[in-house]
């Protein structure tokens, strides 16, 4: 069975300064997808980013970019410019390949960011 | 209403209570899942339903009972709870068949509080 591990429950940063979130994932698939979920508090989880396992370029979506290590089994976040609609609970998530829903989740990482 | 909607937001029930989480998604999606949001716990996938069939389930307890009578709808009856069943319940939907990516768009919650 698939694991995703998020080693950090709690990060800071402050305002306007780039943090890394870190996820590392267990899996013997060589077919998947990662995602990087934001779950502000009291709203409504909704996807950062994501990451393809058969590209080998990082995806990036304006201030948040990724550094897929596929080898390594590792998939961090960047989040730069830091800013504090920020602040958040982030999920790091794993989907088998085509035709799969389950989603397997870290335990989630913590970030404050100050101002 | 858009996206994928809760209701209702809290609930405190006792231990022989019997009750109902609502979900509706409005995003023509063909796919909806129940998931479990303990503290300090990763999110646990409960149910997984497609074209309004159960597809699966993730060795949920019977106290839990899903329904799902359209695409659009999905139930989650609760009757004989135990205090550690107290958690945040995620409603999710995405579309079925998509090509690999599959995108899960999430509601904002039920805090279920059982005492």
């Known amino acids: 069975a698939q694991t995703v591990t998020q080693s950090q429950p709690e990060m800071s940063v402050q305002e306007a300064e780039t943090v890394t979130l870190s996820c590392t994932y267990d899996t013997s698939e060589s077919d998947y997808y990662l995602f990087w979920y934001k779950q502000p508090p009291s709203r409504q989880m909704i996807l950062v980013i994501r990451?393809?396992?058969?590209?080998?370029q990082n995806a990036t979506e304006n201030r948040f970019s990724v550094n897929f290590q596929k080898a390594a089994k590792s998939f961090s976040l960047k989040i730069s410019d830091s800013q504090l609609g920020d602040a958040a609970m982030y999920f790091c998530?794993?989907?088998?390949?085509?035709?799969?829903?389950?989603?397997?989740f870290g335990q989630g990482t913590r970030l404050t960011i100050n101002p | 209403e858009t996206g994928v909607t809760q209701t209702p937001r809290h609930l405190v029930m006792g231990m022989t209570n019997k009750k109902s989480l609502k979900c509706e998604q409005h995003l023509g999606h063909n796919a909806m899942y129940w998931y479990k949001q303990s503290a300090k716990k990763p999110l646990e996938l409960m149910f997984v339903?497609?074209?309004?069939?159960?597809?699966e389930n993730n060795s949920v307890p019977s106290r839990f009972s899903p329904e799902c009578p359209n695409s659009s709808h999905l139930f989650l009856h609760l009757h004989t709870l135990q205090p550690e069943d107290s958690a945040l319940y995620l409603c999710a939907s995405s579309q079925v068949p998509s090509g690999g990516l599959n995108e899960q768009f999430f509601g904002p919650g039920t805090r279920l509080t059982v005492l």
């Open positions: 339903y497609n074209f309004k069939e159960q597809t």
């Open positions: 990451q393809e396992a058969y590209k080998q």
């Open positions: 998530a794993y989907r088998s390949g085509e035709g799969a829903q389950k989603l397997v």
